[in-house]
C-alpha cells in the first residue's frame, strides 16, 4: 500500500493543519500520533472526508509511504525528537528522508544531520512560521539540512507554503545543517523584539495619552495603512477591539506576565557567543522576564515613586505620530540587528544565505509578516554585499527624517516614567553604530591599567598591541588578548 506522498507524526495543532493543509493541494499524507487514539480522533473528525489515511503504528505508517520515504515530524523539540529518530530508522533505508518541522535549537540539528548522513538518511531541519492558521492555509517555511533531500520535499513544501502577490512561494532552501532552524530562531527573536515594541507604544499611548482600548484600536487599524503594515499590527487592533462578556475590554482583564519557550532567549546566547549586538531582542527577552516578576513589581509599585506626571501632550496627534514613528525606527534597528547576527552566523557555520531571498520567505504567512520586509529584499537585491541595513539608502534616509520624533517620544516616556527598554536600547544603538570614536579607550586603559590586558593605537597598525606601565610599580609581562 506504499502510495502515501509523505508521513507525518504529531497531530496537535500545527501537525493536523499542515497534514489539511497538504491534502488540499493533493497530497495524500500518512499520519501518526504517539497517542494513538488521537490518529482516530483527527479521522473522524477533522480529516474526515480526506484522503489523510491513519498509522497505528510507526511500522505501519512506513509501510504506508512511496519511496523515498518522507516523514515529517511535528513534535516537541529536545530529546523527544531523538526518540522518535531512533523509533523510525528500523523502518527506514537508505535515501529516506525525516524532517524535524518544530523548534528546535539548531545545534541539534546540526548534529542530527550528520549522525544520520552517516546512515544514509537525509534529513532537514525547517522552521515553520504563521501559527495554526499559517499551517493551514499557507506557512512560511525555513528549510536546512542535507541538501540531497531538498530535490524530495521542495514540491511539497513549496506548494504549502504562503505566497507573496506574484505567486513566489514564501520557501526556498536556506543552507547546510542547522541554517533552517537558525534562520527561524532569529526569525522568533525578532518576533519578539517586535511583539515588545507594539506593547511600548501601547503603554505610552494609554498611560501618557489615556486612550482607551477602543481609541488604541482606531490608532492601530490607522497605523496597519500605512508603513507599519503587518499582521501583529493588525491583530493588535483586533485586540483592542474584543470585549469580555461584560462589554469591557478584553486586553485589560489579561494578568500582565508574558511567557516564552526559549527561541527569543537562544537567539540572545547565540547573539553573546557571537559577539554581536543584538540589544533589542535582548531587551526583549528580559521585558518578559521583568513581567514574570508579577507579585515584586506590585509591592514594589507601593515603595517606590516614579515622576510627578506632566499634563498629557495637547497635541495629541502630533504625540500619536511621534510614537509610531518611534516604533518604526526601533523597528528597523531590530531587523538590521537580527541580519548582523545571521551574516555572523553564515560565517561561523560556512551557510550561503542568501538574505534577500530570507526576506522574501518571511514576507508572507509568518507572523512578523510586513509590507518592511519587502525593503529588506529590495536592500539585498540592489547590494548582495551589503554590510548591514542601516547604511541601506531607505533605512538610513527614514532614521535620519525620523530620528527627532523617535528621540521626543522617548523623552516623553522618560518624563512620563514609562519604561520603553526596546525602543531606548533602539536609539542608543543608532547612536553607537554612527558614532566613529566611542569611549572604548578609556575602556581598554582600565583593563590594561588592572590587568596588562593591552590596547591598540591609533598611530600604530592595526593588530599591534601594546601596554603601559600606568602606575610605575607594574612589570613588562603584559595578558593575552581577546577579541568579541
Same mark, same amino acid.
Given at each position: ?156 513544501? %513549496?506548494?504549502? #507554503?504562503? &505566497?507573496?502577490? +506574484? @505567486?513566489? =512561494?514564501?520557501? !526556498? ?64 487592533? %483586533?485586540?483592542? #477591539?474584543? &470585549?469580555?462578556? +461584560? @462589554?469591557? =475590554?478584553?486586553? !485589560? ?232
Amino acid at each position: 500500500m506504499q502510495n502515501c506522498d509523505i508521513g507525518l507524526i504529531g497531530l496537535a495543532v500545527m501537525g493536523q493543519n499542515l497534514v489539511l493543509n497538504m491534502n488540499d493541494h493533493g497530497y495524500r499524507v500518512a499520519v501518526f500520533n504517539r497517542t494513538v487514539s488521537k490518529v482516530d480522533d483527527f479521522l473522524n473528525n477533522e480529516a474526515k472526508g480526506t484522503q489523510v489515511v491513519g498509522a497505528h503504528s510507526i511500522e505501519e505508517l512506513a509501510a504506508a509511504l512511496k519511496r523515498p520515504r518522507r516523514v515529517m515530524l511535528m513534535i516537541k523539540a529536545g530529546d523527544t525528537i531523538d526518540h522518535m529518530i531512533e523509533a523510525l530508522l528500523p523502518h527506514l533505508e537508505p535515501g529516506d528522508i525525516i524532517i524535524d518541522g518544530g523548534n528546535s535549537h539548531y545545534p541539534d540539528t546540526n548534529r542530527r544531520t550528520a549522525a544520520l548522513a552517516e546512515k544514509g538518511i537525509l534529513f532537514i531541519g525547517t522552521g515553520v512560521s504563521g501559527g495554526e492558521e499559517g499551517a493551514r492555509f499557507g506557512p512560511s517555511i525555513m528549510p536546512g539540512g542535507n541538501p540531497a533531500a531538498w530535490p524530495h520535499v521542495k514540491e511539497i513544501f %513549496q506548494a504549502i #507554503a504562503a &505566497k507573496v502577490e +506574484d @505567486g513566489t =512561494p514564501c520557501c !526556498d532552501w536556506v543552507g547546510e545543517n542547522g541554517a533552517g532552524h537558525y534562520v527561524k530562531m532569529v526569525h522568533n527573536g525578532i518576533e519578539y523584539g517586535d511583539m515588545q515594541l507594539i506593547c511600548e507604544a501601547y503603554q505610552l499611548l494609554k498611560d501618557g495619552l489615556g486612550l482607551s482600548a477602543d481609541q488604541l484600536h482606531d490608532v492601530f487599524a490607522e497605523w496597519n495603512k500605512g508603513e507599519l503594515d503587518s499582521y501583529l499590527i493588525d491583530i493588535t487592533a %483586533q485586540i483592542f #477591539a474584543k &470585549k469580555d462578556d +461584560d @462589554g469591557a =475590554p478584553m486586553v !485589560d482583564k489579561i494578568l500582565d506576565t508574558a511567557g516564552q519557550k526559549g527561541t527569543g532567549k537562544w537567539t540572545g546566547i547565540s547573539a553573546l557567543d557571537m559577539g554581536t549586538p543584538v540589544t533589542l531582542i535582548g531587551e526583549a527577552v528580559f521585558a518578559r522576564c521583568l513581567s514574570a516578576m508579577k507579585d515584586e513589581r506590585v509591592a514594589a509599585s507601593a515603595i517606590l515613586a516614579g515622576p510627578a506626571r506632566p499634563a498629557a501632550p495637547a497635541a495629541r496627534e502630533a504625540f500619536i505620530e511621534e510614537v509610531r514613528r518611534a516604533l518604526y525606527c526601533s523597528k528597523m534597528i531590530s531587523y538590521a540587528q537580527g541580519y548582523m547576527l545571521l551574516r555572523e552566523a553564515a560565517k561561523e557555520e560556512g551557510w550561503k544565505l542568501n538574505f534577500g531571498g530570507i526576506a522574501l520567505m518571511w514576507r508572507g504567512g509568518c507572523i512578523i509578516r510586513s509590507r518592511f520586509l519587502a525593503k529588506i529584499k529590495e536592500a539585498y537585491d540592489k547590494n548582495p554585499g551589503l554590510t548591514n541595513l542601516l547604511v541601506d539608502a531607505f533605512f538610513s534616509r527614514t532614521l535620519i527624517d525620523y530620528q527627532a520624533s523617535w528621540r521626543r517620544a522617548i523623552v516623553q516616556a522618560i518624563e512620563y516614567g514609562v519604561p520603553t527598554p526596546a525602543f531606548s536600547t533602539a536609539l542608543a544603538f543608532y547612536d553607537g553604530y554612527r558614532t566613529a570614536r566611542l569611549p572604548a579607550n578609556l575602556l581598554q586603559a582600565q583593563r590594561d591599567f588592572f590587568g596588562a590586558h593591552t590596547y591598540e593605537r591609533v598611530d600604530k597598525p592595526r593588530g599591534e598591541f601594546s601596554h603601559t606601565n600606568w602606575t610605575g610599580r607594574g612589570g613588562r609581562v603584559s595578558s593575552g588578548t581577546y577579541n568579541a
